[in-house]
């Protein structure tokens, strides 16, 4: 099947830029996403990206594709520690056909 | 808050009992879905409703049973469950994009 790989972890400190990286294989996949998840909480879309744009930002998050090399990235400027929580990059070719990576947990250190 | 509750936040059973596990939207949506998460490993879909009716069923085990009564509500049946059907069990609709609730901790004893 499709798969949607991301490493398991990452720890920066406070004030750094952080780097999620994500890998897919469908070729057919339209939207993009970046979701969040806070410790004990469920999932919090953060942003996608249309498989036709490049790049997105909005405030700290920058959403970076390079649909070549079927390669999702997501930045966070300044990261602080209230960024620490899991980011799961997941993919569709339609709402109903969603693939979830395993998801990068992003520690932020003071 | 996204508008997908689900309840309860937290269930320990055991193996021999049968609960449910409870999702409500009111965003309008006509899909609605159950995933499972463990840990370090890919959300797993169980389940998909489009307008009530069940699309798919990702070849979970007969002890999950799920129930969509209308486009609001979506159960999620349990019975006889394994203690490694212990995850979070997360809820989400969808209209343009999917929205999640906050999950149900379940674990079995």
């Known amino acids: 099947g499709e798969d949607v790989e991301q490493s398991l972890f990452l720890s920066v400190r406070e004030g750094d830029s952080s780097v999620i990286n994500c890998t897919y294989t469908?070729?057919?996949?339209?939207?993009l996403y970046w979701y969040k998840q806070e410790p004990g909480a469920g999932l919090q879309l953060l942003t996608y990206i249309f498989s036709n744009m490049d790049m997105k930002q909005d405030q700290r998050l920058t959403v970076l594709l390079n649909k070549k090399d079927k390669h999702l990235s997501l930045r966070i400027a300044d990261t602080q520690t209230g960024d620490s929580a899991i980011y799961f990059c997941a993919e569709s070719t339609d709402n109903n056909d969603m693939r979830f990576g395993a998801g990068t947990r992003l520690t932020v250190k003071p | 808050e996204t508008g997908v509750t689900q309840t309860p936040r937290h269930l320990v059973m055991g193996m021999t009992n049968k609960k449910s596990l409870k999702c409500e939207q009111h965003l309008g949506h006509n899909a609605m879905y159950w995933y499972k998460q463990s840990a370090k490993k890919p959300l797993e879909l169980m389940f998909v409703?489009?307008?009530?009716?069940?699309?798919e069923n990702n070849s979970v085990p007969s002890r999950f049973s799920p129930e969509c009564p209308n486009s609001s509500h979506l159960f999620l049946h349990l019975h006889t469950l394994q203690p490694e059907d212990s995850a979070l069990y997360l809820c989400a609709s969808s209209g343009n994009t999917i929205y999640f609730g906050e999950g149900s901790w379940l674990t079995v004893v």
């Open positions: 469908d070729s057919s996949s339209t939207y």
């Open positions: 409703y489009n307008f009530k009716e069940q699309t």
